[in-house]
């Protein structure tokens, strides 16, 4: 099984840098994913990282160390539309090769 | 955007009744998967299918069925509603198996929000 650890709660000012740690304790893992999800709404695609290091998308970034079973999200150029929920999530080989198992989720509120 | 409906939208229904819920996508992607989320609990996987006619049981399957007799289509059954299965239900799509050529990618529905009483 996996179990993913994320910050319930975080709060930054617009056109800051803000990041979202995760940390997972897995079997079989084979790679961590990262969704947004606005009040209300579905939740959306950020990111995946299979390999050690960063991955540049825009504004946002995503890191994974397999050694520390850690990874983080990096926002920059912080906006009010990025106030939402983020979610890491932890995709498995082997036995859980078709499962996604997600974290709690990150409450990101963008302040002025 | 992918092409996943999930209906019905929202639904209150009463205890001890039955409820199915159905996702049908556009995308002709082999892999679907049904998730339900709760303040506190994020997203939690209920079941899954990699093809028709074959599902898998998620990390909170008891209370739940699932059948999918067309690509297009994976629905979620509860037989007997209870007021703890109140939540949102998402469904979701994927190209490929999640551990193949992998991308960690899922398309979500917009989520079928069930109160049952």
């Given amino acids: ?112 | 955007d992918a092409g996943i409906t999930q209906s019905p939208r929202h639904k209150v229904t009463e205890t001890g009744t039955p409820v199915t819920l159905r996702c049908h996508q556009t995308e002709n992607h082999r892999y679907m998967y049904w998730y339900r989320q709760d303040p506190g609990h994020g997203l939690r996987l209920i079941h899954y299918s990699y093809g028709v006619k074959d599902t898998d049981k998620g990390e909170v399957s008891d209370g739940y069925s699932v059948s999918r007799s067309k690509t297009e289509d994976f629905l979620l059954t509860l037989e007997s509603a209870t007021s703890s299965q109140t939540s949102v239900y998402f469904c979701a799509i994927s190209e490929s198996g999640l551990a193949g050529a992998n991308t960690g990618e899922l398309f979500f529905g917009e989520g079928s929000r069930l109160t049952v009483l």
């Fill in chain 1, 1 to 112: 099984g996996q179990s993913l650890e994320q910050p319930s709660e975080v709060t930054a000012v617009e056109g800051a840098i803000v990041q979202i740690n995760c940390t997972y304790q897995t079997s079989g893992f084979y790679g961590l994913s990262w969704y947004q999800q606005h009040d209300g709404g579905a939740p959306t695609f950020l990111s995946y990282n299979a390999l050690d290091g960063l991955e540049e998308t825009g504004r946002f970034s995503s890191f994974l160390s397999r050694s520390d079973s850690y990874g983080y999200l990096l926002l920059q150029e912080l906006q009010m539309k990025d106030s939402a929920s983020y979610f890491c999530a932890a995709s498995g080989s082997g036995a859980g090769s078709y499962q996604l198992t997600f974290g709690k989720g990150t409450k990101l509120s963008v302040i002025p």
